[in-house]
């Protein structure tokens, strides 16, 4: 069954090659020229496998379309857009995007962006025995089963996204171990040493808000100043 995807784009000509170039690779494409009418296709059918949204739309913006999807579902969304300015990458990131292509772009870089991101959900939904690991022992404590794709904190089911389970998946595999940001940029988004270091960044940030007992002064995720992150498990 072929994987629906919804393209975001208020270009015409963007939008129609994204769709030629995304269909011929099996993708089942919706197109929607503004936030408002993404928005519309989701309440209509739900949501897809995965989303490219710009930023510059006309009335609703992209940053508003991201945070809108995101109260009601964790679906992986690419942003493809012509700022490449620091603040609104990171903006867009903490609206909730898993990552950034900036314009102009190769067809070829979105295709890889997307099967990264197929790869890393169909990992998260792997069926075997829920095995799961206890972050933190205290009161409510924080559990993960990355078989089960899950995290709670006491009896509360945690809502993460499809990057921030994952980021989290990789340093619960290793805790107490210094995982720099270029190895989790490897292992969780799939790029080498182009990866952009900023995502880990935001992401980590993102992830702190909700597993983290006190996201200003974290102690399960920590950072190692100059080296990278570290999973304390407490």
Same mark, same amino acid.
């Given at each position: 069954? *072929? ?7 208020? #270009?015409?000509?963007?939008?129609? /090659? ?76 903490? *609206?909730? *995007?898993? #990552?950034?292509? &900036? ?17 890393? /959900? ?13 972050? #933190? ?14 995290? $709670? ?18 340093? *619960? ?9 270029? &190895? ?21 940030? $993102?992830?702190? &808000? ?9 102690? &399960? ?14």
């Amino acid at each position: 069954m *072929a994987v629906r995807l919804v393209i975001v784009e208020d #270009d015409d000509r963007v939008r129609a /090659a994204l769709r030629l170039a995304l269909e011929d690779e099996g993708y089942d494409v919706v197109e929607a020229p503004s936030g408002e009418d993404a928005l519309a296709a989701l309440a209509a059918t739900g949501p897809p496998e995965v989303m490219i949204v710009d930023l510059m739309l006309g009335g609703m913006d992209g940053f508003s379309c991201i945070r809108q999807v995101r109260q009601t579902s964790d679906v992986p969304i690419i942003v493809v857009s012509a700022r490449v300015d620091t603040h609104d990458v990171v903006a867009a990131l903490e *609206a909730g *995007a898993d #990552d950034y292509v &900036t314009k102009p772009f190769q067809i070829k870089e979105i295709t890889a962006r997307l099967r990264a991101l197929r790869r890393r /959900a169909a990992g998260s939904g792997q069926v075997g025995a829920p095995h799961e690991k206890v972050l #933190d022992s205290g009161p409510d404590p924080l559990v993960l089963s990355a078989e089960g794709g899950t995290v $709670r904190r006491g009896q509360e089911q945690l809502h993460l996204t499809l990057t921030e389970f994952r980021l989290l998946c990789e340093l *619960a595999e290793e805790p107490g171990r210094v995982l720099s940001r270029q &190895t989790l940029l490897s292992r969780v988004w799939d790029r080498g040493f182009f990866g952009d270091e900023r995502i880990v960044d935001v992401h980590v940030r $993102r992830l702190r &808000t909700k597993i983290e007992r006190n996201p200003s002064a974290p102690r &399960t995720v920590v950072t190692v100043r100059g080296l990278g992150y570290r999973l304390d498990v407490r």
